[in-house]
């Protein structure tokens, strides 16, 4: 176990829905990491998140937003889904932003229908 | 150009054989980590091995070891006698760009899915 929770497990919705993605960061660890992994573009970087702030963004959609709250809990929200967007999300933390470390949660897998 | 590569789709290795995961990685940074992380088939993704730039010495963490050859610029990960739960795919990944506060990003290679056969 990483210690990283993520939330729900699996996510079952149709086309032009939206819904969130709900990640808890390992005790002490400030940055949140959310990553996307399909057949097709494998494991993507989407967005990181320090201390509440964000710090990087890499291939996230318009459509696809996050936010990190006070305690350090983050959501990915995904809106107006395409059948594209099905696939596993992950969320990783590590302690800062350089931390050589990142662990990974069990990714909740997206099913657009 | 692909940053990180990893050239084996699949492996198969005999229990209690040793085998080792090639990576390549392209980076003109000074600054940059290298991992791997195992990818069994319930999905969560497991961190294994990290070895920086600047670290002189190969990463060791138990049954596995990171092979670093920096002028060749690959990371290759080394797992010794093979067990049937070592079956998984491995990514093998890279963190450039610390001084520019890039750090944060992993790039990711395909994988390669190993099988580990009695």
């Known amino acids: 176990d990483s210690g990283v929770t993520q939330t729900p497990k699996h996510l079952i919705t149709a086309t032009g829905q939206r819904v969130t993605l709900r990640c808890s960061p390992r005790?002490?660890?400030?940055?949140v990491y959310w990553y996307q992994q399909s057949l097709d573009q494998g494991l993507q970087f989407l967005i990181h998140y320090y201390n509440g702030e964000e710090r990087a963004k890499g291939n996230i959609l318009e459509r696809f937003s996050a936010q990190q709250f006070p305690d350090l809990h983050s959501e990915l929200n995904l809106s107006s889904l395409e059948l594209g967007d099905s696939a596993l999300y992950f969320c990783a933390s590590s302690v800062g932003t350089m931390n050589e470390k990142l662990f990974f949660g069990s990714g909740t897998q997206l099913s657009v229908l | 150009a692909q940053k990180i590569t990893q050239t084996q789709p699949g492996m198969f290795v005999q229990e209690k054989e040793a085998v080792t995961l090639d990576c390549t990685y392209d980076?003109?940074?000074?600054?940059?980590?290298l991992f791997w992380y195992k990818q069994p088939s319930s999905g969560e993704m497991i961190f294994l091995i990290y070895?920086?730039?600047?670290?002189?010495q190969n990463a060791t963490e138990g049954r596995y070891s990171l092979n670093f050859q920096k002028a060749r610029k690959s990371a290759n990960l080394v797992i010794s006698a093979s067990q049937l739960g070592d079956s998984a795919m491995y990514f093998c990944?890279?963190?450039?760009?610390?001084?520019?506060?890039?750090?944060?990003?992993?790039?990711f290679g395909t994988g390669t899915r190993l099988q580990v056969t009695l």
């Open positions: 005790s002490g660890d400030l940055s």
């Open positions: 990944a890279m963190r450039e760009g610390s001084h520019t506060g890039t750090a944060s990003k992993l790039t």
């Open positions: 070895q920086g730039s600047y670290d002189e």
């Open positions: 980076t003109s940074d000074q600054s940059y980590g």
